[in-house]
Structures are given as structure tokens and as C-alpha cells.
């Protein structure tokens, strides 16, 4: 999973929130401005989280298998939407958007320890 944030006025709700993804489903690793996320969904292709922005996407896993596709943000599942919303979403906005949008075996709910939404 990958937060796109606003540095200046969402670090403490980015941190809040991958402490809490993290706890209630381990299988999934929840990274922030990514560099090659931010890229491919800037304009300009800059490596700069947009003003305001806290945008929650699931996206997939390189076709290698190793690791996760950063890139594919660009063509992710918004989970949530500050830009949208007018205010970043709260940690069980998120929580219930994962567990409608992803199955349990990559939530790690099946006890198979999980595929892993793992974009990061």
C-alpha cells in the first residue's frame, strides 16, 4: 500500500496510519511518497507529493516477483482520498476500505501469511 502525503501537514497521520495498517494486518507494508509512486503519478513526472494530498492506493506486485510496482500507483485502487475528501481519512476509513477492497488471503487473514498488498 502507498500514501501519497503532504510532508507539511500530514507526517503525524501518515505515521498513525501505517502503525495501525501494519497492526491489524501484517501482511500488508504501507510506505509513503515514494519516489518512483510520486513520479509516475506527478504531471511532470516530479518526485513531490501534491499540497494537501493524503492518498491511499493498493497497488501490484512486480511482475518479477520481487517486491512491489510503484509505478502501478498511477493505475492503483484509491482507497481513500484527501483531495477528495477535503481532509485526510482516518485510520478506520482505511482499515474498512482494505477489508472491502482485498480478499483475506492478501490481508493475511487465512493464516497462509499472506500475498501482501504490499505496494509498499
Known amino acids: 500500500m502507498h500514501v501519497e502525503y503532504d ?13 495501525v495498517v501494519e497492526e491489524a494486518f501484517p501482511a500488508i507494508a504501507v510506505d509513503g511518497n515514494v519516489a518512483e509512486a510520486l513520479e509516475a503519478i506527478s504531471p511532470g513526472g516530479e518526485a513531490r507529493a501534491r499540497a494537501g494530498a493524503f492518498e491511499v492506493v493498493v497497488c501490484a506486485p512486480r511482475a518479477d516477483g520481487e517486491g512491489v510496482d510503484f509505478a502501478s500507483v498511477a493505475r492503483g ?3 481513500a482520498s484527501a483531495l477528495a475528501l477535503g481532509r485526510a481519512p482516518t485510520a478506520l476509513e482505511v482499515i474498512d476500505a482494505l477489508e472491502r477492497a482485498l480478499d483475506a488471503t492478501t490481508l493475511g487473514l487465512d493464516g497462509g501469511g499472506g500475498g501482501g498488498a504490499r505496494c509498499g
Open 7 to 19: 510532508e507539511a501537514a500530514h507526517t503525524d497521520a501518515f505515521i498513525h496510519l501505517a502503525d
Open 77 to 79: 485502487k484509491t482507497l
